[in-house]
């Protein structure tokens, strides 16, 4: 796979990259540039699924997070799943709030599609919500791997 | 305006569907190389598959 790039190349010289047996020690600036360039990672990675992986030059890992998730959220609003909104009246539709804000930009793919809003009096809208969240995790997950990737902690 | 669709799946293809989706997501963010993500993806979804169904047979005693 082209992704197949090593950690160092990936994260840029500017971040500093973790080796216990590496004598180098990184100076406090490096570190905060890392931060920096991490969360900037991380939330390019939640606004559009696989972006952070394709600023990290990970082109596979970056059309799977990509198309999964937009798989999961094109299904999930046609079998007319719950979308959350902010205003949930309990515990789980906050929840759900959370899950379903992980996908980022697609949220308001998914509102638009769901033009007939949702219906989960059928158990086919209730999968459809599991789908909508899954998708949702799926992406913070991705967004978190994209993030420790920059940090070079993983590979 | 984006014109509707609308998707009937059972709950077996449902699953099939997550299992398959979660498993590559998961098999290409965990693993590198194509012999070891293939592997992965394999025995997650077959796992996923087995635990579904099994926690459905599971369930079955209570539904009567």
Redesign the interface.
Known sequence: ?PD?VPISETSGAAVPVAQSSSPYVAPAGDHRRGDALALTIAAAAWFLPGLGHALLKMW??AL??FS?VA??V??GA???GNIFSRSGEDAFAKLGYVADLGVGSFYFVAR?????GPDVSH??GD?GT??LA?AGV?NM??AL?AYEVTRARK? | MIPPHEFRLSHFQAMVIFALVVSVAFGFLSRRGSYQRARYILWSFILFLLIGVGIGWAMYPFSH
């Open positions: 796979m197949e596979g890992r799977v997070c999964t798989l999961l094109i299904l046609g079998m007319r638009a599609l769901e033009t007939n158990a086919n999968y599991r789908l899954t799926l997950l991705a791997h590979a």
